[in-house]
């Protein structure tokens, strides 16, 4: 659970939750199939996707006008030129880190690709919460990480121990968030 | 400029065979018919000196703007733009260009952003003229600094832009800093000395005129290249401020021998655009600047005008409307020269306008302005310097974008 200053949860937080000792290989999740990272209304949907190492990304266009997705962050350097629909093949984001997405026509479009080396990750939904089930017996690392969030990375860190009960981790941020959590609807100005 | 028009021309058609083959080709397009209601003076367009776009002798149904605005992305990074506009109101051309202009921006390989323009553009100066062609956004009838701006400039030469993108920062905002080179704007300031600011949604085309007899904008008399410099700031998505510096480093000695002069017109724009909440805009703007004409070895006969303009704007949307309000306020001062009366003008506007969006493509909207302003050279005219005058319009816009 992720929550502001003011206890209200918050959406669209990374959660990486890495075992602090070496786990059975039947422990490790299955790979996963390429993850989407759709366009929609000239916005990133999701704007937050978190992404195992190696995973393949696909990112449909379901606009009515081209994008130009491009990322020049050294986790990953790429661009898809001027599409609709989804020519292009999945990009595959083979190195931990941030990748900050962007659109060469439409400036205001921002997104993120989290990739993670965890064995466990996700993303908080609206309430700020994010559950996993049947997680083995151990000693977690829980990182959260997200765009708006000011607090110091090294206080969204924290350590759970699982068993048979169920645990919980709540973050408390203590700064408040540095943009507005939800976009604004697109001006209705007809500039078209 | 003929070489300017015939280059045009066959970029013109080259663009247009190229295109046919192509997925990258699109055009937006709009026209907007107009129920007009107007009282004061002779407006400048018919010969007066009213100030603003239509008068008692052109109300009723008229043709506000009908306009093409093609695109082709040759490639990736790079398009060619233009915008082709018809007015139906007597100008030089029936039909004629407003924009035409190659767009350039390289994908962002760190933080900077760069953009290039060449060709004839609008400046980037005002916060309310965001839609395609100078059009606005919050009214039909723009400021007196962006109605002048429409009439008097184009960049016809090159601009270029670096944007810092905050996102890649975990900043959520952008500053860009703008330069541009450009010539073929040496008249500027001819149009504010002969009527001063004025009200309109009548920008100037590229190859025509505005006013009886029609004044021209786009010549280059002195072959001094002028220059602009400017800086954006957008904060989150709440804030953007503007500054503008113009200078078209005319040299006011320069004439042709047909008799048109060169102005060294100057000027700085400041403008701030705020959304403290949803659904909800500021904006604010500031214009200050002079223009001169004549050599300086006319000392005190040598024309000198200051001029200045601002105006402050409120806008509310929700569903399919929108609600604006905005007062201007302007005025200029003959500061040296031999115009006998001069030509100071006084002025203050207040512009209402409520928008209304029907489906897709189908706008309506109601707009009055109440203008009041003092020039002294309406009495050579018979009438009194001082007017009133007073202009209601309904628009119905039908606009469209087509892509191949």
């Known amino acids: ?192 | 400029m003929p070489w300017v028009r015939r280059l045009l021309l066959v970029g013109l058609v080259l663009w247009t065979g190229a295109a046919a083959a192509q997925d990258r080709f699109s055009v937006n397009g709009d026209v907007d018919l107009r129920w007009v209601q107007a009282s004061g003076e002779t407006s400048f367009l018919n010969g007066g000196l009213g100030i603003l776009r239509f008068d008692s002798d052109h109300e009723g149904f008229e043709l506000g703007r009908a306009f093409l605005a093609p695109s082709w992305r040759a490639t990736d990074i790079m398009s060619v733009n233009a915008v082709i506009d018809a007015y139906g109101d007597g100008d030089r051309n029936a039909v004629d260009l407003s924009e035409f202009y190659l767009d350039v921006r390289p994908f962002p390989t760190g933080p900077i952003r760069w953009r290039a323009r060449v060709g004839a553009f609008f400046m980037p100066v005002s916060l309310e003229n965001r839609g395609i062609g100078w059009t606005n956004v919050y009214s039909i009838t723009p400021s007196a600094a962006n109605t002048w701006i429409g009439e008097e400039f184009r960049t016809i030469g090159t601009e270029l832009e670096a944007r810092w993108l905050g996102a890649s920062s975990g900043y959520f905002g952008e500053v860009a800093v703008i330069a541009a080179a450009y010539g073929w704007n040496d008249p500027a300031g001819v149009l504010l000395t002969s009527r001063g600011f004025g009200l309109t949604d009548r920008p100037s085309e590229l190859f025509g005129g505005l006013g009886r007899p029609p004044l021209d904008f786009y010549h280059e008399i002195d072959r001094k290249v002028g220059y602009y410099g400017g800086l954006s700031w957008t904060h989150h998505d709440w804030l953007e401020l503007r500054a503008l510096r113009y200078d078209n480093h005319g040299d006011p000695g320069a004439a042709t021998e047909a008799g048109g002069s060169a102005w060294r017109t100057r000027f700085t724009s400041l403008g701030a655009s705020v959304e403290p909440i949803e659904h909800w805009t500021f904006i604010a703007q500031y214009l200050d600047g002079d223009t001169t004409v004549g050599a300086d070895s006319l000392g005190p006969q040598q024309f000198y005008l200051r001029f200045h303009t601002d105006f402050v704007l409120g806008s509310v949307d929700w569903a399919h409307e929108r609600l604006t309000v905005r007062y201007d306020d302007f005025d200029t001062h003959e500061v040296r020269g031999s115009y006998a009366p001069p030509v100071d003008q006084t002025g203050h506007g207040w512009t209402f306008a409520w928008s209304h969006r029907f489906g897709e493509h189908w706008q309506s909207v109601v707009e009055w302005l109440r203008v009041a302003s003092v020039f002294p050279p309406r009495e050579e005219l018979g009438e009194s310097p001082a007017q009133v005058e007073s202009q209601f319009q309904l628009a119905v816009r039908y606009r469209f974008k087509l892509a191949w």
């Open chain 1, 1 to 192: 659970m992720v929550v502001d200053h003011d206890g209200r949860g918050v959406a669209e937080v990374v959660v990486a939750i890495t075992p602090t000792a070496a786990m059975p290989a039947t422990a490790h999740p299955a790979v996963v199939k390429p993850a989407v990272m759709d366009q929609r209304n000239r916005e990133f949907a999701p704007r937050v996707l978190v992404v195992g190492v190696g995973t393949g990304v696909e990112f449909p266009n379901n606009d009515s006008v081209s994008h130009q997705v491009y990322s020049f962050s050294a986790a990953k350097r790429f661009q898809l030129p001027l599409y609709k629909g989804q020519p292009h093949p999945p990009v595959t984001f083979d190195r931990p880190g941030l990748v900050v997405l962007g659109c060469n026509i439409h400036d205001s479009m921002v997104g993120y690709i989290y990739v993670t080396d965890a064995l466990y990750f996700g993303t908080t939904s609206a309430d700020g919460a994010f559950s996993l089930k049947d997680l083995p017996t151990g000693e977690y690392r829980v990182v959260v990480w997200g765009p708006y969030i000011a607090d110091a990375p090294a206080s969204l860190v924290r350590t759970i121990h699982v068993d048979n009960q169920p645990a919980t981790v709540r973050f408390q941020l203590s700064l408040a968030l540095r943009a507005r959590p939800e976009p604004r609807p697109r001006r209705r100005d007809w500039d078209y």
